[in-house]
């Protein structure tokens, strides 16, 4: 059975980065043919994708993001990583890390969620 933890702190300071790590169990983060994805659901909005990286290493951003945005993996550890940068109260959200097939929309497999608050 896949399964999926967010982990990192809750807690960010306005401008500094947030940095989370997805501890996957149960399948390899570089099986053909997933995408590793983070969303995020800001407090009373809906699900808001962020981004993601391929079987192959490829990534991919929300435009809205991209320019703060960097996800990376580590394959040995079975973990890929969301690292958002310039952070603001704007940034509150619980965070989710995903796994998407090409036949799964929404992904099939989510973590729990992390609750990630910016604030001073």
């Known amino acids: 059975q896949v399964q999926l933890q967010e982990s990192g702190p809750g807690l960010v300071k306005p401008s500094q980065t947030l940095s989370l790590t997805c501890t996957v169990s149960g399948g390899s983060i570089t099986t053909n043919y997933y995408f590793w994805s983070w969303i995020r659901q800001p407090p009373g909005e809906g699900l808001e994708w962020i981004g993601f990286i391929t079987y192959t290493g490829s990534t991919s951003y929300s435009p809205s993001l991209k320019s703060r945005t960097s996800i990376s993996r580590d394959a040995s550890k079975n973990q890929f990583t969301l690292q958002l940068s310039s952070v603001t109260p704007e940034d509150t959200a619980v965070y989710y890390c995903?796994?998407?097939?090409?036949?799964?929309?929404?992904?099939?497999?989510w973590g729990q969620g992390t609750q990630v608050t910016v604030s001073s």
């Open positions: 995903a796994r998407k097939g090409d036949r799964d929309n929404p992904p099939w497999y």
